[in-house]
């Protein structure tokens, strides 16, 4: 019996040992990071980003909001204003005009206002309003076109400037190197490039699609033009 309880004894004291020798080794979770974590430590460069996503964004709505506007007219716009002209009431298209108030009836509205003078001459007012117009419409594309070609460009930047420090840091720490002292360079310099794309691809998208709004727009205004001129040669045809 008395052995018995000294192999327990022993059993148990063994059992005890290798728990201490060998504790269990609960799994750790790595932590989740979130964009906001990965954008701080993307260093300045990111705020860069930023403000250059802010305008390009500002950029976008307004002039989709602006150029829309300027799309939308009367589907029997030029039948009214041919009415007017062969009833002779030049002044009751005048005001039709101002009150649609659209780039194309601001081009009519200055044709209207050259009769009586020779048919280059009136294409002529009305192409120069036109291209006023167009102007108008473009507002902030160039601003667009360059956000588009330029944040990849600063992402790369915030690229180099990163593997600078990454570097400068391993350089510094001599042979005690810890990857803890790279990482901060490191994360600087790949979502600077990340952040410099995403900004750079949505820019781009933007303008092109802004582009195909006031595309369409001019598309308008030459059709609109096209049918004044011809108003006004029809009495020549008769």
């Known amino acids: 019996m008395n052995l018995l309880i000294m192999l327990a004894q022993v059993g148990t004291n063994l059992a005890d040992s290798l728990a201490t020798e060998n504790p269990i080794l609960t799994p750790v979770t790595p932590e989740k990071m979130n964009m906001l974590d990965m954008a701080i430590k993307g260093g300045w460069i990111m705020i860069v980003l930023a403000v250059l996503s802010v305008i390009c964004f500002y950029i976008l709505f307004e002039r ?8 939308k ?59 006023m117009e167009v102007a108008k419409l473009e507002k902030g594309l160039t601003i667009m076109a360059t956000i588009s070609g330029g944040a990849p460009m600063i992402g790369f930047l915030g690229t180099v400037t990163g593997m600078v420090r990454a570097f400068y840091e391993m350089a510094s720490a001599g042979n005690n190197i810890d990857i803890t002292v790279l990482s901060g360079g490191i994360y600087e310099a790949m979502i600077t490039t990340v952040g410099g794309l995403i900004v750079g691809i949505i820019a781009m998208f933007a ?10 727009v001019v598309n308008k205004m030459e059709s609109k033009t096209m049918a004044f001129m011809d108003l006004l040669n029809e009495p020549a045809r008769k």
């Open 207 to 216: 303008y092109n699609y802004l582009v195909t709004l006031v595309n369409g």
């Open 73 to 131: 007219e009367d589907p029997d716009f030029m039948d009214r204003i041919k009415d007017y002209m062969l009833s002779g009431e030049i002044k009751s298209a005048l005001n039709y005009c101002e009150r649609v108030n659209t780039p194309s009836a601001r081009m009519i509205e200055k044709g209207i206002n050259r009769l009586g003078r020779p048919v280059n001459d009136i294409q002529a007012a009305i192409e120069n309003v036109g291209n």
């Open 64 to 71: 989709i909001y602006v150029i829309r506007k300027a799309g």
